[in-house]
């Protein structure tokens, strides 16, 4: 067997193998982003950053579905197949490059927008609504306090209302923190605001470079499928067995 034809055959059919596991790592990625984006969904009114993360999922949907078509069209060189497998490829990498373009943009929109919005959330705080529940969860998690830090809270109703202190779940230790501005030792002093927005930078760069990594593979699933049907078709006609 011609050894660019094998080669390719070998690409592609681990390539089509990997589909699968491909799509289950592009699907846990996807649901991770969506999962980590809702946690702190009341800060972040741009839901437009969540577009690289639904076409994350839907690019694994179509690897499962898909992955079978690929692995068939490679071991019986089927034209139609193999042309079939590479239009499926071609489009999943075309998606992947939009969603690295998306998470590009919506990565630098995030810290944009997340101070004005969280100062939105905090100013709402009151001890009962949904809002504080936001705000408990995210200063708990996050070990913070405040948008920009602890004195934040200076600026907000619940601080004037409640004797100049800030809520509990700035302390560090709840059971012996008083709130108030002047025990900082008693406090988680950092704000929340930087550490929101590490945290989703982080998450958001974690699927672009897992996105990136996979479209480097389809880049060179398509040479595979270009060398295959250009290699069969000038100088054989039939169907070749993998080895031969």
């Not at 042309?83 to 943009?105: C, D, H, Q, R, T």
């Not at 959330?121 to 529940?133: C, L, P, Q, R, W």
Request: hydrophobic share 45%; with cysteine.
């Amino acid at each position: 067997m011609d050894c660019g034809i094998f080669t390719s055959k070998t690409v592609l059919l681990f390539l089509s193998l990997v589909f699968w596991v491909a799509g289950a790592a592009l699907a846990y990625v996807g649901a991770y982003v969506i999962k980590s984006y809702d946690n702190f969904d009341s800060f972040i009114q741009d839901k437009y950053t969540l577009v690289p993360a639904a076409i994350i999922i839907g690019v694994s949907v179509v690897m499962f579905i898909f992955g079978l078509v690929g692995c068939c069209a490679t071991l019986w060189e089927s034209k139609v197949g193999l042309s079939f497998f590479f239009l499926i490829i071609m489009g999943i990498f075309a998606a992947e490059v939009a969603a690295l373009v998306f998470g590009f943009i919506y990565r630098g929109k995030i810290n944009a927008d997340l101070e004005r919005s969280m100062n939105d959330v905090f100013m709402k705080y009151d001890g009962h609504n949904a809002e504080t529940k936001a705000v408990d969860y995210l200063q708990n998690r996050l070990q913070c306090c405040g948008v920009m830090n602890y004195t934040s809270w200076s600026n907000t109703t619940w601080f004037s209302s409640n004797n100049n202190t800030v809520p509990a779940s700035c302390c560090k230790n709840t059971t012996q923190c008083t709130g108030r501005l002047d025990q900082p030792d008693q406090l988680n002093t950092q704000g929340c605001e930087v550490k929101l927005d590490r945290l989703l930078q982080g998450v958001l760069g974690y699927a672009m470079l897992v996105i990136l990594g996979f479209a480097i593979i389809k880049f060179f699933g398509m040479l595979s499928v270009c060398v295959i049907t250009c290699k069969t078709g000038s100088r054989r006609s039939g169907y070749q067995p993998l080895y031969a």
